[in-house]
């Protein structure tokens, strides 16, 4: 690649928006500069709007492309290194797999809002209200469901204990979510345990959460 990617973020710790593009791009073994961005402070706003035309992180900047949507990013990234399997080969997984990361994009309102991102900290929720619950229950659904239609069975290369076997966009998608499992204590159970153990797994996973609490 003769141009060099740049991915500007905001603070590892709080991030959730960045961690998603920053880990699709580690997974599929991009080699790219980073620049990080304090959120929360005085002059953050300004200092993001020197790179984004958002005003908002994480923005991909690639040449004369700039892509300031974590989902785009992760698209774009698929696009640059299709090799890497960032989505599942078959159609029919790969749909799935973008209806449910295109949900996470979207949605959880009241998960984002209670259980902000903050893989420094060990906060448990004690009592989840209802709205919570709910959201988290449908989480929980989506990755069973995935895990069971496709990721269970997927075999060879495809293999993996992720939603569609091996590491997808799906994934990175849903591992600011994982993080809240674990931070807020939510619950579990089996299949979800077993999936945020993957995520946690992951090399990158735990090279961000390194960084994030030094």
């Known amino acids: 690649m003769s141009e060099t990617l740049t991915l500007v973020i905001g603070t590892r710790r709080l991030s959730s928006w960045s961690l998603r593009p920053w880990l699709a791009l580690r997974m599929a073994g991009a ?3 980073e620049i990080e961005i304090a959120l929360r402070q005085p002059d953050t706003k300004a200092r993001i709007l020197e790179f984004s035309p958002s005003g908002k992180v994480p923005l991909l900047i ?6 300031w949507d974590s989902l785009a990013i992760c698209e774009y990234a698929h696009e640059l290194f299709p090799g890497a399997g960032l989505w599942p080969d078959d159609a029919k997984a790969r749909a799935v797999a973008r209806a449910v990361a295109a949900e996470m994009h979207s949605g959880f309102p009241n998960l984002r809002s209670v259980c902000a991102m903050d893989v420094c ?3 448990p929720l004690g009592e989840v209200p209802p709205e919570v619950a709910a959201e988290t229950g449908r989480i929980r659904a989506v990755w069973a469901d995935c895990r069971q239609r496709f990721g269970a069975k997927a075999t060879g290369k495809n293999a993996g204990p992720f939603l569609f076997g091996r590491f997808t966009i799906a994934d990175a998608m849903y591992a600011p979510v994982v993080t809240r499992f674990t931070t807020y204590a939510l619950p579990q159970d089996a299949t979800s345990q077993a999936y945020c153990d993957a995520i946690w797994g992951l090399p990158p996973m735990r090279s ?5 609490c030094l």
Not at 208 to 212: I, L, M
């Open 31 to 33: 080699a790219f500069k």
């Open 62 to 67: 690639h040449g004369d492309v700039k892509v």
């Open 121 to 123: 900290a060990t906060t």
């Open 208 to 212: 961000w959460r390194e960084s994030a």
